[in-house]
């Protein structure tokens, strides 16, 4: 009797342990237990703003068990939900909920690479002395960083027709962790060719291009090399969208300069979750 006795006290210890909110950032995802927990948040940062659904599907886990998670990860602070958009006719029910990192669950990942980052570009920009100059090394650096980057590219967009490099270049960068996906959009001018949205879900430098805005220029720069055309970056997640978007014109379009926003009433295409004037503040 005893012994069953302990036994069904541990077990009700072990049980309401398991059913505690999570009070810190660390406690969810550096506690062995939480293992399960971990996987959920890091698929988030990998795959960018999910549902439940595609929570499941993707850690074969039930959707009630990925719910769970997604409670005691917001409990803590590390996600937050969003109204899904969706394009075109909407069926019954209630729009799905995605659930995306807060800037508290990117933190609980790299807050110690960020630091590093961060203090070396200082150091790059110091060690020219600061201001303009210290502006220009580090946009150096970065234009080289991705340049090289590129170079890894450049055969898979060689092998693709025209109409499909961006589909190649965004296959090449979900290879090196952005989780680049690509939705085919409608031009403004009537029977025109349609241009593309290439939206990276992750960005494992968002916190240093927050500081560092040269970043998100120079990569667009070589996106716009790449394709042989005049991108448009319209979001950023360094800026605090959910995915890091950029336009690119059908071939043979106009060129995207022309379609630049500038405020209400412009041709720009708004990216998933965030309206015209975000995507105009995100540059």
């Not at 703003?49 to 602070?77: E, F, I, K, M, N």
């Not at 090394?137 to 693709?160: I, N, P, S, T």
Request: hydrophobic content about 40%; proline content about 4%; overall charge neutral.
């Amino acid at each position: 009797m005893k012994n069953m006795s302990e036994h069904a006290q541990q077990q009700e210890a072990e049980s309401a342990s398991s059913c505690d909110v999570p009070v810190t950032a660390a406690e969810v995802l550096l506690d062995g237990h939480r293992a399960t927990r971990d996987r959920v948040a890091r698929s988030i940062l990998d795959h960018g703003p999910s549902s439940a659904a595609d929570l499941a599907s993707r850690l074969g886990l039930t959707a009630a068990a990925v719910r769970r998670h997604l409670d005691g990860l917001a409990a803590a602070g590390l996600v937050e939900s969003r109204e899904r958009r969706v394009y075109g006719s909407r069926g019954r029910g209630r729009p799905a909920k995605a659930f995306a990192l807060t800037d508290g669950g990117r933190d609980a990942f790299y807050q110690a690479y960020d630091q590093l980052a961060a203090d070396a570009l200082r150091w790059i920009a110091d060690s020219v002395g600061g201001g303009k100059a210290g502006e220009e090394a580090v946009a150096a650096f970065a234009r080289a960083r991705f340049g090289k980057q590129a170079e890894k590219y450049l055969e898979a967009l060689r092998l693709a027709a025209a109409g499909e490099r961006t589909e190649a270049l965004a296959q090449a960068l979900s290879a090196d962790g952005y989780a680049a996906t690509v939705r085919r959009v409608p031009s403004a001018a009537a029977k025109a060719p349609a241009g593309a949205q290439l939206c990276q879900h992750h960005c494992p430098v968002a916190h240093i291009a927050e500081q560092f805005p040269q970043l998100c220029e120079a990569e667009t720069e070589v996106f716009s090399q790449l394709l042989g055309t005049h991108v448009q970056r319209l979001a950023t997640i360094a800026h605090g969208d959910g995915v890091c978007t950029t336009y690119v014109p059908a071939p043979g379009a106009a060129s995207s300069s022309a379609r630049r926003p500038s405020g209400r009433g412009s041709d720009a295409v708004p990216t998933a979750g965030t309206s015209t004037e975000d995507s105009a503040s995100a540059r």
